[in-house]
């Protein structure tokens, strides 16, 4: 008997669903990756809005006072969120140090989540830029700056505004490119 030839198999559209996908996805990443743009820019919903409404205590051994939402009113204020445990607060601390010097700003500091002898020691070695440190022990302070990690640095202007989020460390390219720019805007805004 002649068994009659089967009709060759046609692809079914569903089993070519996860490569079209892949396409899809592949050809996004692409445009996302020629358009351009910092991949490491995060924006922050805080730029524009007041800083934060927070009490910290003053980090114990240095002297200084504490930091409170009200201490950012007056006059543009650099705050930088650091700890003694963070390499990279480590590499743009000359640039912190270079920063106090500047007399448009007040550069304050949060320390996050440290321990207090080991924050003291690390500026007692490295030399304390700052006008005033907030210890935010359990991070709340830091979760309602929107703290992704250390280091960060906001600056704030006269009326408590948040006008500038810097992630990551200030190098010397970050404090010429980024940084000066913001407080001179930021100070600006006050005229």
């Known amino acids: 008997m002649n068994e009659a ?4 198999r046609r ?3 569903l089993l070519l669903l996860p ?3 892949f396409v899809a996805l592949a050809a996004v990443f692409l ?4 358009a351009g743009g910092d991949p490491d820019a ?3 919903a805080l730029v524009g809005k007041p800083a934060p409404t927070f009490d910290l205590p003053p980090l114990e051994g240095t002297g200084l006072p504490g930091l409170a939402s009200a201490d950012l009113k007056g006059r543009v204020t650099v705050v930088n969120i650091f700890a003694s445990w963070c390499g990279p607060c480590r590499l743009e601390h ?3 140090i270079e920063l106090a010097r500047d007399n448009r700003i007040r550069l304050v500091g949060i320390n996050y989540k440290d321990v207090t002898a080991n924050a003291t020691g690390f500026l007692d070695e490295l030399g304390n830029p700052y006008a ?3 210890v935010d022990s359990n991070g709340r302070a830091a979760i309602d700056w929107g703290v992704y990690g250390v280091p960060e640095t906001f600056i704030v202007d006269a009326d408590g505004i948040i006008r500038h989020k810097q992630i ?3 190098d010397e390219a970050v404090l010429t490119s980024t940084i000066l720019p913001a407080i001179a805007a930021a100070a600006g805004s006050q005229q």
């Open 31 to 34: 445009i996302r990756l020629e």
């Open 19 to 21: 490569l079209v996908l």
């Open 5 to 8: 030839p089967t009709p060759p």
């Open 42 to 44: 995060i924006p922050s």
């Open 132 to 134: 005033a440190i907030g």
């Open 168 to 170: 990551g460390p200030i």
């Open 94 to 96: 000359p640039q912190l």
């Open 11 to 13: 692809p079914r559209p």
